[in-house]
């Protein structure tokens, strides 16, 4: 007897010091009398009774630290979406995603509906140039079943030149289709510029990382350094997932001059922040069109709605994303980490575009227009994510199209220098930009 109400309680021992610090991470404690309180303690009761029944009785022979460990995950994962217990290898290729660069397909994907589903496609990536499309669910992974994302991404990654079949839904098609892709070196740019016209400039920014604003930076000054000054410039933020909040502030610190960009406000007074644009050695005053769609989120979003709210730039597309949180990541021990919500994030007018999204001035949907009108995109948001946070604001009532929106076709084509003038929304883009030319002159002329 005495045997078993040790090892009891060395099961209840192990049970709190594991939850407590992969909850909590590095930086984070409570006082003592805060965890020892009835409820936090009959829970720990709980979790330790059940641990030791299943190790004890469950037909097979557990792994006690596996068991924890999808306990956790579990835990965190019903907070928010964005929030997750990252294992060793998931918290290593997140930090491949903020720098450096791996071997694979080249996609983003999240899990919808219990489906591995894309994001978007990297530009010039295998999976770009075999014809994956955002809104396909990953059925398959070499003719195995995916259930699970990151065994999905782990099975989709290996050496270069190696082959992956990848087997899709795809809605309109009524079959499964299948694509053989040779995996290659998937470097990480996050800018690439061009010249549309001289005098209009387009920059597309495809997520943001450690070195993105230097980057846009550099291809700013190349393009204002070229032959002709810039009258106007396209920034194309379509199916920019996000990435590091600094970078995305910085951003929009290029194009503006003064007032703020974003506030934070989270639980904790070191959660809540304001961050203001600063006067630039370059300033750089032409006008700006900004494209986005449902696949701008995050990071996209601060930057769509620092740059609508001081009417610096004019957004073009279809409503982004609409994830409006912010996170934070704590290294834990043995190599995993615990990523969780700290924040929500409010544009300088005071919106929160959680669950919402920033609405362009000018909305562009995609598809052809029937007699029901232009069909709108069909691409996840955060409204449609289990367990998604609240705006919880005053000022969040979505924003509804203004006179000066209107409905267009247009087709999401590929973004490469000699197809860009074939895509219609950047082609409107630059139409705007030079009518907004031709007017200016007209009134100073």
Partial sequence: MATAKKHWFNIWLVGLLIVAGWTLGQGFYRDLSATSNDETYEGLKVFSDVIELIENNYVDKVDTKKLVEEAVRGMVGSLDPHSALLPPEAFKELQIDTHGEFTGIGIHVTMRNNLVTVISPIEGTPAYKAGIKAGDKIVKVDGETTEDLREAVKRMRGPKGTKVVITILREGETDPLEFDIVRDVIPIYSVKHAILKPGYGYVWVTNFRDNTSEDLLKALEEMEGGDAPLKGLVLDLRDNPGGILSQAIQISDIFLEEGEILSIKGRLKKHTKVFKAHVDDTPRSYPLVVLINGGSASASEIVAGALQDHKRALIMGTTSFGKGSVQTVETLRDGYGLKFTIARYYTPSGRSIQAKGVVPDIVVNPGRIDENGA??????????????????????????????????????????????LKDQQVRRALDLLISYDIFTQLKNG
Avoid: C, F, G, Y
């Fill in 375 to 420: 069909k709108p995109e069909n691409l996840i948001k955060e409204k449609d994510l289990k367990n998604h946070l609240n705006a919880e604001d005053e000022k969040s009532t979505p924003q509804e199209p203004n006179e000066r929106q209107m409905r267009l076709e247009t087709r999401h084509s590929p973004v490469e220098s000699q197809e860009l």
